[in-house]
């Protein structure tokens, strides 16, 4: 999809970040190195929806080894801004304790979310845990995070595409691309 042709909300403005290509590339990239670390464990891929919905579907086709899946839904940001509280929006319905996990996640801002998941996971008792991001962006970072398989480093701006959204909308976009006006005419 050509963003020329497609509808924006008005007033926003996007420019491209990371192709479609790009993308796949370190998603590739990164299965080959998941598949390599737990080719002889019993893996449990955790996603974070909803943003990283799009990644890990990509992300788990691309992988060699056979793994269980599973969904939880956190909560921690409005429009554009984050609130500094993380909520549980929808639990995990598989038991952890015991279990390999890796957490796959769309994007890493502040870290407070990935904080809160990893410590709830902890205490569930996993028996090893590791995280995989597409987009790490630390300029905001809140909390000592720091992902074990990693896409992209960006350095700031909001993202939308590929999953990721602004007010739920623009996560269909193929590509990721920085918001550069706002709906409200301000510039990011």
Known sequence: MELQTYRLPEGLDLRILYSGERIASEVSRLAAEISAFYADKDLLVVVVLKGAFFFAADLLRALRIPVQVDFLSLS?????????????????????????VLVVEDIIDTGLTLAFLTDLLRQRGVRSLRVCTLI??????????????????CDDGFLVGYGLDLDERLRELPAIYEVIENPLGGVE
Do not use: C, F, W
Request: no cysteine; proline share 2%.
């Open 76 to 100: 921690s940001y409005d429009g554009q801004l984050s609130t500094g509280n993380v909520t549980l929006k929808r639990d995990l319905a598989t038991d952890v304790a015991g279990r390999d």
């Open 136 to 153: 790490d962006k630390k300029r905001h970072r809140a909390a000592e995070v720091t992902p074990d398989y990693l896409g992209i480093s």
